[in-house]
């Protein structure tokens, strides 16, 4: 309890390590195909509205708990509001890092596959009957996954500066590269004037469609990776006189760039071989590596790149998700980071198997979903939206004005008004809206 709490090296050190968290499979393989399957353009009118009036608010508030706590994503409430309830947010925020890691490792392992079999020289053939073949298997995703969860662990085992910061500093920049130059690329196949249109012409009608907006929230906060603890967690590592505003927002034009680039990684190359853009789950997977066989040689090569890209993406955010449930233990239990993060890191990966079997393998669904579906869906669309309703509610109606000035760095004045009523009318409502139309509309419609 008394060591000395790790910092970060530096702001920008700061910065890409929360970046690293929010890129990741969220904005390539999971934005890509709920948008898909969700009508394109309402789609992205939705996040993208979600992601400013919900989403920067409630990174601010995340990180001020984190900075002002200067404690873990628990303790930090029970610290600032002794003898509260409050904590629970942290400890929902806790539950859902832990479960979504369970999964995320398990597609963090698929993508580690593809890259490996892009290495010895590419899916030809039937890219469906392979995925749908691999996934299927009881054995071999598992040990993919394994073979992730131990470089997931293996980087958060050295520490917040040595293993999370360093790793963000050069896989941030090798990312943004890669990303932005296979958008260029897909760019000149042809399909451009069918994905603008999928992408950015509204159609009126999705907008009436409630779980359009219960999916486009669950985005905002996944690939924000808002309401788990996360931000919370990186905050306390912040010195208090830290900037948050500006970093905040850098933060989220970056991500949001990053999920639009990739929307136009992928869809001109969807529509210019005239694929569904309403594939699921498989829409990297399968509808990808029919293309990039369709390209030819340098369809291996650009294969290649895109799940190295994506298996980066993944591991920058899986490190993340593991660093929440170690930060917790840490201040409770007499172990030292190693033995938490291997202990926890086995856990986590043993809860995957679950996952990773309901693919094919075996019969698990709930809820008319498989259990990797389902885990995704509730922790994203129910866990995620619900913990962080609470830390805003304990934000915006519990602390001083001046206290919430000062934590979130915001001065007084028409910002910080606006911010005000944002965090105590706008947000909550919002979110509890969406969470009871669309809880109700996903489980009876
Ligand atoms: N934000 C990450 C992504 O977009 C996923 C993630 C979720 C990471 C939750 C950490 C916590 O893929």
């Known amino acids: 309890m008394s060591a000395k709490r790790e910092q970060w090296g530096s702001r920008w050190g700061f910065i890409l390590a929360t ?14 195909y709920a948008m898909g399957s969700n009508g394109g353009s309402a789609f992205l009118i939705i996040y993208l509205l979600s992601v400013i009036l919900l989403g920067f608010p409630i990174m601010l508030i995340e990180f ?12 930090s409430f029970k610290k600032i509001a002794p003898k509260t309830s409050w904590y629970i947010a942290g400890g929902l925020g806790v539950l859902a890092a832990f479960l979504i890691l369970s999964f995320y490792g398990i597609i963090g392992g ?19 009957a392979f995925f749908q073949n691999f996934i299927g298997q009881s054995v071999s995703p598992i040990l993919w996954s394994f073979l992730f969860m131990a470089i997931t662990v293996a980087i958060v085992l050295m520490g917040v500066k040595k293993g999370i910061e360093s790793s963000s500093k050069w896989m941030m920049p090798i990312l943004s590269l890669l990303v932005i130059g296979l958008a260029a690329y897909s ?32 985005q905002a906060f996944f690939t924000l990776s808002l309401g788990m603890g996360i931000m919370l967690t990186y905050g306390s590592y912040l010195k208090p006189d830290e900037r948050l ?32 853009p309403t594939e699921g789950a498989g829409l990297v997977f399968i509808v990808l590596p ?87 869906l509730f922790t994203a669309n129910v866990l995620l939206p619900s913990s962080a309703l609470i830390s805003v509610l304990f934000v915006a109606w519990t602390w001083k004005k001046q206290d919430i000035y000062t934590h979130t760095d915001l001065k007084q004045g028409a910002v910080g008004t606006a911010f005000l009523m944002l965090a105590r009318f706008f947000v909550p409502v919002a979110i509890a809206l969406v969470l009871v139309f669309g809880i109700f509309n996903w489980l009876f419609a």
Do not use: C, H
């Not at 001020?64 to 303790?75: H, L, M, P, T």
């Open 19 to 32: 970046m690293g968290s929010a890129v990741g499979l969220g904005n390539i393989w999971r934005f890509s």
């Open 64 to 75: 001020s708990i984190g900075k002002r706590g200067q404690d873990d994503a628990v303790q």
């Open 110 to 128: 698929w993508s580690l596959r593809y890259t490996y079999e892009y290495i010895s020289g590419g899916i030809g053939g039937d890219s469906s």
């Open 187 to 218: 760019l000149t196949l042809g399909g451009t004037a069918e994905a603008f249109a999928f992408m950015f012409q509204p159609e009126w009608s999705a907008f009436t469609d409630p779980e359009v907006y219960l999916a486009a929230m669950g």
């Open 245 to 276: 505003t500006s970093s905040a927002a850098v933060i989220i034009l970056l991500d949001t760039s990053f999920a639009l680039i990739s929307g136009l990684m992928i869809f001109p190359a969807l529509f210019a071989f005239g694929l569904d």
């Open 290 to 376: 029919g293309i990039f066989d369709a390209l030819g040689g340098i369809g291996i090569f650009v294969g290649l790149l895109f799940f190295v890209l994506l298996t980066l993406a993944a591991l920058s955010s899986s490190i993340s998700l593991l660093e929440v449930s170690v930060s917790f233990l840490m201040d409770r239990v007499k172990m030292t980071r190693k033995g938490i993060t291997l202990l926890l890191g086995s856990i986590i990966f043993l809860l995957g198997i679950p996952s990773s079997l309901s693919q094919g393998a075996m019969d698990i669904t709930i809820l008319g979903s498989s259990f990797l579906d389902f885990m995704d």
